[in-house]
């Protein structure tokens, strides 16, 4: 097996131009599909953790049948003592954040409009991790102390025709249905990235929320940890301590409650799935030519080989061993090329995006060449590269001997 592979080491720079080429298309190819998904990894990276830290955190707990009666019969299914799952959680170790929200629907004014919005209660204190992907436009976020302050979201803003320190009046309904209002002074205003978000964001003090909802119960407790990469291990023992209690809880991961994101995630993996393939062509149709002219150039060699008692088997294993060879040079070069337009592309600041639908900011993009990306573009080539080189060695392997040996 060494003197096949070594055979067909020498054999590969037998003609040194046109393995050049071979390798610099597969190069090619590997640092397209390497950048690409590197981009789509940043991308997944950027929307995830903006998903986490915005809206839903890494875990939301809920009253056990949350889920089932939250619209039929929402204050069953509050929860009441809270703060025991809150001393529970506090101290484990990974723990970023724990804290309490309660959200409901509504109608703000401010005496010159009157627009829907989505309100939601929480403690200014803990609501620092939650405020890394919140731009404040105008003014500040909350903070401790804030009993009757509320921070609004831009387009929302824009909607009210409300300017900083102005007053808002919140119309929702009581959990007994009766209709009840809050007021609350606008001491910030943020954007958030997403503009059908930002037209109906209102956060308040939780204890505002209870009173506008004649309530001292929470919706749910949102955990934050300090890593994602943290969620599997933690999550386990999160629900452990959750059944030393006395009341049931029910769980969900910010993955289960992000459908966004998972739309994207999957339209994301499929375009990429797609490119991998025409990637696989090119690199496929480049391989197959290079040693489909090797075995035509080598002819008479090969009925050489195959009068001195050279089996067919090996015939095609040393055939093989070249385009794994080519494969293997294309994989190397094109993880280096990767690296280097990963490093330029950091080192000019970035690629600016335009925002996306939906969105109303536009962001800097990188590639986010991770060890999994790399894999499966070497996969894709190495795969292309064994697919593309059996045909031409399996054509060697049927060459007659007395005709090979004619063209000698």
Request: proline share 2%.
């Amino acid at each position: 097996m060494l003197d096949l592979m070594l055979l067909a080491l020498r054999n590969i720079f037998r003609n040194v131009r046109r393995t050049i080429i071979t390798v610099f298309s597969i190069v090619v190819g590997f640092a397209a599909m390497a950048c690409f998904g590197g981009f789509i990894e940043f991308s997944f990276t950027g929307l995830r953790e903006t998903t986490i830290r915005t809206q839903l955190g890494h875990l939301q707990i809920y009253a056990k049948g949350y889920w089932e009666k939250r619209v039929s019969d929402p204050e069953s299914v509050l929860i009441a003592d809270y703060k025991e799952v809150v001393d529970a959680l506090n101290d484990l170790p990974g723990v970023s954040t724990v804290t309490q929200r309660l959200s409901f629907s509504g109608l703000a004014s401010t005496g010159l409009a009157t627009v829907n919005v989505s309100v939601i209660g929480v403690h200014p204190e803990r609501e620092q991790d939650f405020a890394d992907f919140e731009t404040v436009v105008d003014g500040r976020h909350l903070r401790a102390g804030d009993t009757e302050a509320g921070v609004i979201g831009e387009e929302l803003q824009k909607g009210l025709g409300a300017k900083l320190n102005d007053w808002v009046t919140v119309v929702t309904s009581s959990l007994d249905g009766v209709i009840n209002a809050v007021d609350f002074q606008v001491v910030g205003i943020v954007r958030t990235g997403s503009k059908e978000y930002d037209s109906v964001f209102v956060k308040i003090p939780i204890e505002l929320a209870q009173r506008a909802r004649e309530t001292d119960k929470v919706e749910r407790i949102i955990v934050l940890l300090e890593s994602t990469d943290d969620l599997p291990k933690l999550g386990a023992e999160i629900q452990r301590r959750l059944g030393l209690l006395e009341r049931e809880f029910e769980t969900r991961r910010w993955d289960e409650l992000a459908g966004f994101y998972t739309a994207v995630v999957s339209l994301y993996t499929g375009i990429f799935t797609i490119f991998a393939g025409i990637v696989g062509l090119v690199v496929m149709f480049s391989v197959a030519n290079t040693m489909t002219m090797a075995v035509l150039e080598r002819t008479a060699e090969i009925g050489a080989l195959r009068a001195i008692g050279a089996r067919r088997a090996t015939l095609i294993a040393m055939f093989l061993w070249e385009g794994i060879g080519i494969g293997l040079l294309g994989g190397v070069f094109g993880i280096l090329a990767s690296w280097l337009i990963a490093a330029a592309v950091d080192m000019a600041g970035g690629i600016s995006m335009p925002p996306p639908p939906g969105m109303s900011q536009g962001h800097q993009a990188y590639f986010a060449i991770t060890g999994e990306v790399l894999l499966k573009s070497f996969a894709v080539v190495m795969t292309a590269v064994l697919l593309s080189s059996f045909y031409p060695a399996l054509t060697a392997a049927r060459i007659r001997i007395v005709e090979a040996l004619q063209k000698s």
